[in-house]
């Protein structure tokens, strides 16, 4: 088959992502081709790239990321190769059709659902017209396909219908070549072991298939073999949830736990943790540092919104296993709460955001509601007063219970929030004044602060990380009774825990230099107290000392920022030779106070 013709092109949301589903049609069409651009490419240098290729059929893989760019692309492709044959698959084409191909009469036809059954059968039929748009185009009869859409010589739109592979084990393939894992592999992968969720939350498009699909545990392992024996940095299992089998995922997780211990590989998993019982719990528990990262979606913690949305969860238990999995200390968690659910306005968010962020996750992500095309979102319009962006995202606009002025003013939160607590950053700094001044209020803390940012203007600019610290640092001392030198301690603490501790903002009251001589015995000093503390220590040279160590002295006990500090001079060591920096508290002979 002439099938180097075929390209299936990906446009990614950034370059660090992969594209699973052209991986898995360049395995189902021998021969064809993938191409990956992102949505940061410029318009027309995507269209030459696609021209350079020359295709004969261009496949374009359509999401809500991309959706926009590629309606933008496809008005320029018939000037640039009006001979190709033009498919378009995705979860953006697959509903609303007709619609989709009147507006955009190049797309000769479009693959509704799973494409791995019905594009390979395509292809071959428009192999046998010599792949000639004149030939084949309201010529060829593809009733026969289900699953694609294609129009009449009439024009006539014929809209089949959004399907399933039927035979999931057989026809989906192992997305991934050796031939390409050098160029990839520090990169996101994306990885499935089964298809479908059992759970329907009306915003979800991925229950709108019946049942879960799973691949044979004996193919999984080979597969995930293949990802460790070259050295993949992330794979990320794009199974909507992961612990929907316990037969399934359990095994999955006991052979990532008997995976060498040199394996740098860390797999990301989408669970619905409050369904985790004793013994998963010990497998996690045993698990390596950095093996595996869980995403928790929990959107709300108001009953009765998760009702309006026909979700699940059993907060008690989401808390209560979130609290053990962190006291392992041996993997990244990831929490989701939606902005804009059903009967969540600013009450109702406050104490959602307030119940998970109290959970202390690594990361708290905070998302905007989506219509998305074909959800059961769809039909609570109405009853909730919705208005949405009519392109994608899709995304919430208002609703009867939050204003779009309220909606506006989240995203000024979310961006403060990505700043400094999903970034790691202050995160002493903002919980000290959380406990001390808010009374354990953290929705309380962030709003006043996402008002202060707004009131400067803020959310309308770009930032340097360094000038994170110094806005903090001035919204606190006009907004709370705290001593500025407190802050500036707790503000040094948190600049040498976060960024690698290369961040150092200036106005800090950094005293590294009245310490100098102090630490230099320490370090070189005969005999060097420094053993006691980092037994593998060697002095090479000064350089090295001060890249991948730092001592600092503060006014205050920082590693007792879960009371109330009071004066008491200490001194920590911060390493910077693993992953993430270890401190530790030094006895220094410090002489006088800072
Ligand atoms: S949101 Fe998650 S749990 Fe709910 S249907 Fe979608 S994938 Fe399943």
Redesign the pocket.
Known sequence: MDCNKILWLAVNAKYSHTSLSVRYLREAVPGSEIMELTINHQLLAMLGEIYSAKPKVLGISCYIWNIELVKSLLKLLPAALPDTIIICGGPEVSYGVTEFMQEFPMVDYVCRGEGEEALPQLIKQLQAAGFDLSKTNGQLDMSAIPGIAWRSLTGQISEGQAVTVRDFVGQVPFAYRAAEMVDIKERILYYETSRG?????A?????ATAGVRFLPLARVFKELDFFVAHDVRQVKFVD??FNAKKSHFLPILQYLLKLPADCRTNFHF?V?IDYLDEEVMQVLAQLPKGRVQLEI?IQSTNPATLKAVS?VNHWQDIADHIQKIMGFHNMHLHVDLIIGLPGEGMESFHKSFNDVYALQTDMLQLGFLKFLKGAAMMELVAAYHYQYMPMAPYEVLQNDALSYGEIRWFHSFEQVFELYYNAGRCRQTANYIIKECEQEDAFAFWQKFTDWWEAKGFHKIGHSTKNLYGYLRDFALAAYDLPADLLDNLLRYDALLSDGGKIRPENLNWNRLQYQDITADFWKGAPSPVRAYLPEYEFTNWRDVNKKYHIEVFAYDMTLTSQKLTGQQTALLFDYTAEAPVCQRIELELGVDN
Request: with cysteine; net charge positive.
């Open positions: 969720c059992p759970f329907s939350c915003y979800c498009l991925s229950c909507r949830t989408e619905a979606g979700r």
